[in-house]
């Protein structure tokens, strides 16, 4: 049997960039491009696209001669290529004696697009964000503190951070002043939600503001407390105070939160002391969540007198009653004196502190 051939010529398939010719280098967070095929095709897609360093996203037929989609970049600064090899099963095809289609293979002129993508520093744009202060770190180590943009969890996703690059990429996440209106048991603790985070960037001390990255942070581990100015023993003394638990919590909430972990830390109750100017010493036992159960976990230590739960720091007695210092004290200790953020009755007052985490 012999077959009639028609329209046997591979067609040409033109990509281009809204942004720039093939070769060209930029920034640009993503490219628009045009692929223009010389033959009507109903079944261009991504298989006939071969990508390196991107993802090709949204193709849509225009008309049977011309596809748009747009090319995101991954990774770092370096070459991105889009090829256009095959085509696949195609509308052109060969006639039988009775002019029926026969399957036939079509093969398109192979066509490459090339741009050197030049990636934006690691955490600068809402595009290309860290999952960590740290990891900025690596690939930048001359990175300068400041305002990053930070991939956080829990379907939360890219927020802008302070990152305090000067010690290891600690980002910032909750500030307070002592007398704060934010006392033991109030929801904002734990709540997945931003309270005036955009304060936080400037890295400074200053009125209560909270990051969802405090409770929604996944590969947070190590908490770190900086505080200073507080009145009373020690004379409002600067401290500067790392903890760590070791390992993940199974959720956010139960790193800072909870008694998950055992925890360490790489500081002296004596400088605590001094910094929130608290003046008991006996006993000193570390609470979180209002549970005492830090360096063995699981076991927790009766409060003594008129002592109540807090939300981070440290309890301690010289006698019949417990005093509490720290973050987050209680309301209704001693007789209901008023607290705040970090202040209670025999804990120094106008202080300030900041919550770094990695």
Not at 84 to 104: I, K, R, T
Not at 185 to 209: K, Q, V, Y
Request: one cysteine or more; a negative charge; proline letters at 5%.
């Amino acid at each position: 049997m012999q077959v009639a051939l028609e329209h046997l010529a591979s067609p040409v398939t033109e990509i281009r960039a809204a942004e720039g010719s093939s070769g060209f280098s930029s920034q640009d967070a993503f490219l628009s491009l045009t692929f223009l095929l010389s033959k009507p095709s109903n079944n261009f897609n991504e298989d006939a696209v071969d990508i390196l360093g991107g993802t090709l996203v949204n193709l849509t037929a225009i008309n049977e001669t011309t596809y748009t989609a747009k090319f995101m970049p991954s990774g770092g600064t370096g070459l991105r290529m889009i090829t256009v090899s095959a085509l696949g099963d195609s509308p052109y095809h060969a006639q039988g004696p009775n002019f029926e289609p026969v399957a036939y293979k079509d093969l398109l002129v192979t066509r490459v697009f090339k741009w050197n993508y030049l990636a934006p520093p690691l955490g600068t744009t809402a595009t290309r964000v860290a999952s960590s202060c740290s990891d900025i770190l690596a690939e930048s180590p001359h990175s300068p503190s400041g305002p990053y943009w930070i991939d956080i969890s829990g379907d939360v996703g890219p927020r802008q951070l302070h990152c305090d690059m000067h010690n290891g990429g600690w980002m910032l996440v909750m500030r307070g002043k002592s007398d704060d209106d934010l006392p033991y048991g109030d929801n904002r603790w734990t709540s997945p939600n931003d309270d005036s985070a955009d304060h936080l960037l400037d890295g400074r001390f200053g009125a209560f503001a909270k990051s969802v990255a405090s409770t929604s942070y996944y590969k947070a581990s190590r908490i770190l407390v900086v505080a200073e100015g507080f009145s009373g023993y020690g004379g409002g003394s600067f401290g500067s105070f790392e903890f760590d638990f070791g390992n993940e919590a199974d959720s956010p909430g139960n790193l800072m939160f909870s008694t998950q972990h055992a925890m360490s830390w790489n500081s002296s109750y004596a400088l605590w002391r001094s910094t929130f100017g608290q003046d008991r010493t006996e006993n000193p036992s570390f609470q979180r969540y209002g549970s005492s159960a830090n360096q063995t976990v699981g076991e927790d230590r009766g409060l003594k007198g008129c002592g109540q739960p807090i939300m981070f720091g440290f309890q301690a007695h010289d006698g019949p009653n417990d005093v509490n210092s720290g973050l987050g004290t209680n309301d209704n200790y001693c007789g209901g004196n008023p607290s705040g953020f970090s202040r209670g009755s025999w804990m120094g007052s106008g202080g300030r502190v900041q919550i770094w985490m990695k």
